[in-house]
């Protein structure tokens, strides 16, 4: 059976999602880095091979179990995401002068009356959402196009803030929405997604089912030349009316002079046209532009199609206002989205947890200076890591263990554990160390236990829901990474 599910499904979830944050027992979400390690044909420990890529044309990753389970094996930090770091966006489109734009209608996709056509905007769109019907100016102020004067191109930029239309030079009539605040321009622009709010002052001076706009189908034939007025809109709603002109015989001009509410069913008829004055009309029909719920600028993210959410991150330098959790001495190649992770067993609250394992080296013998992303081992244990950074003053070794050889398993295949005071060596650097047998000790914030620290972040816990492989970002002390996900429903 023919069937849709309608954008107000995709809003809906995108509102849920939203109010997850804010909740009186809210979700909790942490973006995380990882991935310090190259992207390339790895061997299992079945000595079987992996195909990861490359740092140039990384894979797109996996929908699977085992691809969350290997994510959260190189994970390297993760930070908070809490309720004002996320917001509703909409695709952004500058106005550009000589642009035609497409203008709103509520019935794009429809069948035009008295055909099987579908009703597409000028730009050759066949949903609302898809249609180019609203601008951002060089003023930042958002605007709806309500008609663009026959598919005319647009040569005034539309300004003000006035609640009511505002019509330019060029003939465009326009509505203005919202104006984007420095925040939000700072936290929720970019080059493709602009925030979506709804303007409080918008919002109340909407008029649910007012018709501002009437457009012209088929001037019709044989009517008596003349402008005529107090033309009533018809349908559900009250007070609508519009005046024509007729030049030759055929409704050349139709201009709404009371915009009524109520309506969600408006027409104009013929004979109404004729009784105002426009005699032995016939064939007329004009289009009565019915706004959505609420009138327009009620809720501009329901009406600019907000099923977009953007979560916005800095990651700054360490992280050392927050315990310093992210590395610097080694770069990343993903970017994930964690539901609900836990943290020594309990629900992860901290600002930023570092995901790395971490060991202390005993102040004698000195240990040697490993360096990032050279395989270590243990002697023993037989225990096998990857070096993610070494801090020589605190002698400290953060190191990730994957399922790969090389990396995190042994010659038989097995990940184990690193652990007592057997001497760990670097296989490029040669370097080597005694971990601690100190039975507790803090260096750098961290406290260790005979030696060694487990990740902050516990692994497996909580969901993965977003995973995205790039090119090798490096970073620095003095660095900022800012980075805006935008999430679809």
Not at 392 to 404: C, D, E, G, V
């Amino acid at each position: 059976m023919p069937a849709i599910i309608t954008n107000k499904f995709r809003i809906n979830n995108a509102e849920q999602f939203s109010e997850s944050f804010s909740e009186a027992s809210p979700e909790v979400y942490y973006l995380g880095i990882g991935r310090p390690q190259a992207f390339a044909t790895q061997i299992r420990g079945d000595l079987r091979s992996d195909n990861q890529g490359t740092d140039s044309a990384a894979i797109t990753p996996a929908d699977s179990v085992i691809e969350e389970f290997n994510t959260f094996d190189d994970l390297l930090a993760a930070k908070k995401i809490t309720s004002s770091d996320i917001s509703f966006v909409v695709p952004r489109r500058n106005w550009t002068t000589s642009t035609v734009y497409d203008y709103y209608r509520h019935d794009y996709g429809n069948r035009i009356t008295g055909t099987t056509t579908t009703q597409t905007a000028n730009s050759g769109a066949t949903t609302l959402f898809d249609a180019t019907f609203y601008v951002l100016t060089t003023a930042r102020n958002v605007y709806k196009v309500l008609d663009n004067n026959g598919n005319a191109a647009s040569t005034t930029e539309p300004t003000g803030t006035s609640t009511g239309i505002l019509t330019t030079a060029d003939g465009y009539k326009w509505k203005y929405m919202y104006t984007l605040s420095a925040t939000q321009q700072a936290n929720f622009l970019s080059t493709d997604f602009m925030a979506a709010v709804t303007d409080a002052t918008i919002s109340s001076a909407a008029v649910d089912g007012s018709i501002n706009i009437v457009k012209i189908k088929s001037g019709g034939t044989g009517g008596s030349n003349g402008t005529f007025t107090s033309i009533p809109i018809r349908g559900d709603g009250t007070g609508g009316t519009i005046s024509v002109t007729v030049s030759g015989g055929i409704v050349v001009t139709a201009t709404v002079t009371n915009a009524g509410s109520g309506y969600t069913i408006a027409y104009i008829r013929n004979a109404d046209i004729v009784t105002a004055g426009a005699t032995s009309l016939t064939g007329c029909e004009i289009d009565a532009i019915i706004p959505p719920k609420g009138g327009h600028g009620f809720n501009a993210v329901s009406e600019l199609g907000g099923f977009f959410v953007m979560l916005n991150a800095s990651l700054e330098g360490t992280e050392s206002a927050s315990t310093g959790d992210f590395t610097v001495e080694n770069d990343f190649r993903r970017i994930v989205l964690l539901r609900n992770p836990f943290s020594g067993g309990s629900a992860a609250s901290a600002t930023t947890l570092r995901a790395t394992k971490a060991l202390r080296f005993a102040a004698s013998p000195t240990p040697g200076t490993f360096v990032v992303d050279e395989e270590i081992n243990q002697a023993t244990t037989g225990a096998v890591g990857k070096v993610v950074e070494f801090d020589a003053a605190n002698r400290i070794l953060h190191y990730i263990q994957t399922r790969f050889n090389d990396e995190g398993v042994d010659s038989n295949g097995n990940r184990t554990a690193f652990s007592g005071a057997n001497v760990i060596t670097g296989q490029t650097s040669g370097a080597t160390g005694t971990p601690s047998a100190v039975a507790s000790e803090t260096a750098d914030q961290i406290t260790f236990t005979s030696g060694y620290k487990d990740t902050e972040l516990d692994r497996h816990k909580g969901d993965i829901i977003y995973i995205e492989n790039r090119a090798p970002i490096t970073r620095a002390s003095d660095q900022t990474e800012n980075i805006k996900l935008i999430i679809e429903f």
